[in-house]
């Protein structure tokens, strides 16, 4: 997609649109069920030791994230592209949260939630850049960074998407209060062969069109003027290792999973998940887990 072609749609979201995020998260939560871990995160797990398994691992993420945003105990949490409400179950089921709101852009993931979710869960589907004057305790975001800007997008460009996304969860907070944000980053740029530039474009233009993997750098000048940095952690490995499990489990089930997606779409994302675990073992994707302290 190129800028000149962008709709009004885009040009008000700045990231993906709606329209964009639907195409890979609306396939159906059936898709997803057969090889997501059963708390159904869609985002790099945290591991630890050979013998770990993904839901552990997941879970142990999850933990990371919620107490290093200051989670434990709060009134009130959001979570910025909430998936299928893993870590709003965390919030309230381990760290207590007493209110916790989920934003995403997909009706299938709210559906989801729907069927468990009581009143302590307030699950929209509405963009960040539509929610309006909230407060909050604290903020997570896994998983959502990376549709926040476009492909396409020079520098400039880019930054400015980040720093209003930045100003507006500053705005949400308290002075002191945290943001933790897990996203997808560009590695650095070493010799890339014709694979790697097949396999970054693939996964760009077929898998998550109208997205972009973030410079750490940029992230961070994004955040300068409305945040301080307390923790970076770089994990390409771990996203590897997740990405792996994902593709074994789908493979496993890959008959089962063309009936409910067909053949394209199946072999569409065993080609993707197999080119990220190679991208992060080659350190030309990473994983970045920030932990924002607002000031
Ligand atoms: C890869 S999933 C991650 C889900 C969840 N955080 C997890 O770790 O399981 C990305 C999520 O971000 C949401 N998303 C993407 N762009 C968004 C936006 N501009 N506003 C709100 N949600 C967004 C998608 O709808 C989806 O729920």
Known sequence: MTLSARTAEQDRYQGASDTAIRHHYDLGNEFYELWLDPSRTYSCALWEGPDDDLFSAQQ????YMATGAGATGAGRVLDIGCGWGSMLRHLVEVQK??????LTLSPAQ???????ADD???VRVQNWADHGDGRYDAIVSMGAFEHFAQHGMNREQRLAA???FFKRCHDWLPPGGRLALQT????????????TVQEMLFIIERIFPESVM???????QGAER????????????????????????LSARREQARTVVGDEVVDDYLQYLAACVRQFERRNLGLARIIFERV
Do not use: M
Not at 184 to 195: F, H, S, T
Not at 226 to 249: G, K, L, S
């Open 214 to 220: 973030p410079p750490l750098s940029e992230i961070i």
């Open 60 to 63: 142990r993420k999850l933990n």
């Open 184 to 195: 997808n980053i560009a590695g650095r740029a070493r010799a890339v062969d014709r694979r």
């Open 120 to 122: 302590r869960y307030d």
């Open 97 to 102: 949260v007493r209110q916790v709101v989920g």
């Open 226 to 249: 409305e945040f301080d940095v307390v923790t970076v952690r770089n994990d390409p490995d771990h996203y590897a290792r997740t990405c792996q499990t994902w593709y074994d489990t």
């Open 110 to 116: 709210v559906e989801s939630i729907q069927t468990w």
């Open 162 to 164: 980040y720093r209003t």
